[in-house]
C-alpha cells in the first residue's frame, strides 16, 4: 500500500518462534529480532557494541508456519517487511517504552556466518511439485510435417495461424 514504510532489518531471533491460531484457523507466528550496531573505535582501536534494538516480527499464514519450523532462538535472520507505528508501553520499574512492530513480508535465514538447506514445501490441496508445471509433466513439443520444431521455424506455420 502506499505510505507505508518498508524496511530490512538484520539480526538474531531472541526467542524461538511463537507459532498460534486465530479462531479462524490462521496461522500468525511473532519473533523478536535484536540488532546491535558495531563501530571501530580507532583511538582504542577496538570493536565496540551499540545499543541493541528490539524490533516485534509478526507473519501470517504459511510464512507463520514456515518461520516456526524452520527458525530458531538465536538465528540470524534477515527480515523485510512493513514498520507499524510504534506501541507505548510502561515497563514494571515505571519506565516509558515504545516497541518497534514489522509485518513481515520475507524472511529468511542469514548466510553470512552459517549454511542452509532449503526444501520447498507443496501448497496444500495441490499436487507434489516436481516441476515448475505443478506436478504436471512439460508440453510435448510438437514438430511439423518435414520433422523440424514448429516453434523454431514459424514460417511453417498457416498463414493465419499465430505461432504460439
Known amino acids: 500500500m502506499a505510505g507505508e514504510v518498508s524496511v530490512?532489518?538484520?539480526g538474531n531471533l531472541a526467542d524461538d518462534p511463537e507459532l498460534r491460531y486465530t479462531q479462524g484457523g490462521i496461522a500468525v507466528v511473532s519473533v523478536r529480532v535484536g540488532s546491535t550496531p558495531r563501530t571501530f573505535n580507532k583511538a582504542t582501536n577496538e570493536w565496540v557494541d551499540g545499543e541493541t534494538v528490539w524490533v516485534r516480527c509478526t507473519a501470517w499464514r504459511e510464512v507463520a508456519e514456515n518461520v516456526a519450523q524452520s527458525l530458531a532462538k538465536g538465528t540470524r535472520v534477515v527480515v523485510t517487511g512493513r514498520l507499524k507505528p510504534p506501541s507505548a508501553y510502561q515497563t514494571a520499574q515505571g519506565e516509558?517504552?515504545?516497541s518497534l512492530e514489522l509485518?513481515?513480508?520475507?524472511?529468511?535465514?542469514s548466510l553470512r556466518y552459517a549454511t542452509a538447506a532449503v526444501t520447498r514445501r507443496a501448497r496444500e490441496g495441490s499436487a507434489a511439485v516436481d516441476s515448475p508445471w505443478g506436478g504436471q509433466s512439460a508440453p510435448a513439443v510438437t514438430k511439423s510435417s518435414n520433422g523440424a520444431d514448429a516453434w523454431a521455424n514459424p514460417v511453417d506455420a498457416a498463414a493465419d495461424e499465430a505461432p504460439f
Open 8 to 10: 530490512t532489518i538484520v
Open 96 to 98: 516509558a517504552r515504545a
Open 103 to 109: 509485518e513481515i513480508e520475507e524472511i529468511g535465514a
